[in-house]
């Protein structure tokens, strides 16, 4: 893994999930990928990947949804309120994190490109125009429905987390706050610990 | 509406739903999606909007489960089918449609851009990339996860299909058949029928 990656590989949704909910769980962490004995149960050589005694998948937004919904946490049984909290997580996976995304492929992984420089104005602005339009709709809550922590607030916050090092969450001060938040609950920062520990782990083929 | 958005507004996704569980329902247009009426509704200012008499969410992701899981069809009962299906999901939402998204905005959106043409080749190649791991998770199968048609297929066929003006899916043959088998479902093309009258339909503030 390189260095940049630290703090921001997709095994700290799952990870956070777990602790949210009080699930232990085992690692197995993977030196290539993108291997073969990989990719039958992750198409796109990426991790995480998850397996219980039921179920086994892929993507961090259904694997999230599974530890919620197996533990019957973090996914409210009101049927609307339960609709609301996926309408979120899936606003994480498909309105935000794409933009948040364009940023870091446009500012790290297309940086030695001729067009990085000029294109990060734009980038920069569809990424400010979804963040406010988001600001708009947390309002004054704690969390993205109200007083209930939800697997729709995991994911966003996990993916707004994205931009903790490009300092842009510095314009929009309560979703700064949201993120602040989400990340002081004692189930991140442990998740985090042991996210950070395994850079310094042997990997397993 | 702008010409170029006939056949490729989220709408769609609703409509093939609705279509394949048989579930009537009303449309109501929106003149101005971005006017602060419908960002109570959509933050993003977007459509498409879900409402039934217990739930009411955007994001055309959830809106799909919603319908789904409400006529108990599309979603397996089976906890490992089921968790399959959202996983295929989850993957067209996160992890194939920013790629797609990404060439549409690189070669439309900013077509006027000074870095659109050399950029063109790189979203190309990362799309291509993406599109043959789908194709090789595919395989044979008529559908993701083999003879049942589940709401991870609606949604990736939907999103597939935002290439439908590129010839970008001739490289992938198995992934053309799979997108044209989709698209030959009665509720598919009773959908998109649909969904193209209403270009040519007064919209209601």
């Known amino acids: 893994m390189p260095e940049f990656a630290r703090g921001f590989v997709r095994d700290m949704r799952p990870r956070w999930a777990f602790e949210e909910v009080g699930q232990p769980y085992a690692v197995n962490l993977i030196a290539d990928s993108k291997c073969p004995e990989h990719r039958r149960w992750q198409p796109f050589g990426q991790v995480p990947t998850y397996r219980d005694d039921e179920v086994a998948i892929f993507e961090s937004g259904a694997i999230v949804l599974r530890i919620a919904e197996r533990a019957g946490k973090l996914v409210p049984v009101d049927p609307a309120a339960r609709m609301r909290a996926l309408q979120w997580l899936a606003a ?6 794409p933009f948040v995304m364009a940023v870091a492929v446009n500012d790290i992984f297309e940086a030695d490109r001729e067009w990085s420089k000029a ?12 963040l ?16 209930a922590f939800t697997v729709g607030d995991l ?6 987390g994205g931009l903790r090092r490009t300092g842009l969450l510095r314009d929009f001060p309560r979703l700064a706050s949201y993120v602040a938040r989400g990340e ?3 189930a991140y920062r442990k998740a985090m610990e042991d996210h950070m520990a395994t850079f310094d782990a042997p990997a397993s083929a």
């Open 155 to 160: 994911m966003m916050i996990s993916v707004l």
């Open 92 to 97: 994480a996976l498909n309105s935000v994190e």
């Open 184 to 186: 002081s609950r004692p």
């Open 119 to 130: 294109r990060h104005v734009k980038v920069v602005d569809d990424l400010k125009t979804r």
């Open 132 to 147: 406010g339009d988001l600001e708009a709709a947390l309002g004054d809550k704690a969390w993205l429905d109200g007083d």
